[in-house]
């Protein structure tokens, strides 16, 4: 059983391009995240949804979009990539709602396998 | 803006040796949370602590919320080999979640 899936695990792709990165979560998790990890290991959280609704966007530039279909799905769009770009995405997915319609805990954070991105 | 400040950067031990790493800040944490990561994959949530100066182990971790809530350290006893790896701390404040930088553990054969 896979809880938080990632597709493609690895992609390779030229400057410019746009591409994207699809998370599927199986958890019946409430609030999905996207992270970036760094050459030296380094996590940062880019964007919080909580049932489809964007929590946190930290500071990120506008060419990265989330977009949820659903709250199972927390998918990534790159556009106009850059070299600065390469890095490994992780999505993550956590259990508690929270409280107000806004997510108050990102407590026990379930991680996907990762996206090893390169950018050419 | 907030950081976890996490030591030691990286460790080099011998199997069967006890491990110890922790993360400070200058900020208040409402929950602290330690994960591993093993090569291409993801973290994986080891322990997470809710209370200041609760302690929780699992299996040969154990770990402490600290009373400042400024602090938490993760023991790892009787270290092998599979406990390689980069561990990770993780601050909760404010609905904002903080990783720590990570540590390092080497096992020497």
């Known amino acids: 059983d896979t809880a938080v899936s990632q597709t493609p695990k690895y992609l390779v792709t030229q400057m410019g391009n746009d591409k994207s990165i699809k998370c599927e979560q199986n958890?019946?998790?409430?609030?999905m995240y996207w992270y970036k990890q760094d050459s030296k290991k380094f996590l940062k959280i880019m964007f919080s949804y909580n049932n489809k609704e964007l929590i946190i966007n930290e500071t990120v530039p506008n060419r990265f979009s989330p977009k949820s279909p659903d709250k199972a799905h927390l998918n990534l769009h790159i556009n106009s990539l850059e070299l600065g770009d390469s890095a490994v995405y992780f999505c993550a997915s956590s259990p508690n709602p929270g409280t107000s319609g806004r997510a108050r805990s990102y407590n026990e954070q379930f991680f996907g396998p990762g996206t090893r991105l390169t950018v050419l | 803006g907030q950081q976890l400040n996490q030591s030691p950067q990286s460790m080099f031990i011998q199997e069967g040796e006890d491990v110890s790493m922790n993360c400070t800040s200058s900020s208040i944490f409402n929950t602290w949370l330690w994960y591993k990561q093993d090569p291409g994959e993801g973290p994986v949530l080891l322990i997470a602590?809710?209370?200041?100066?609760e302690l929780t182990s699992n299996g040969r971790l154990t770990a402490q919320f600290g009373i400042t809530r400024k602090d938490s350290f993760l023991n790892i006893s009787a270290s092998i080999p599979s406990d390689v790896g980069i561990y990770f701390c993780a601050g909760n404040r404010d609905d904002k979640i903080i990783f720590g930088k990570g540590t390092r553990l080497h096992i020497l054969p």
């Open positions: 602590l809710y209370k200041a100066g």
């Open positions: 958890l019946g998790h409430d609030t």
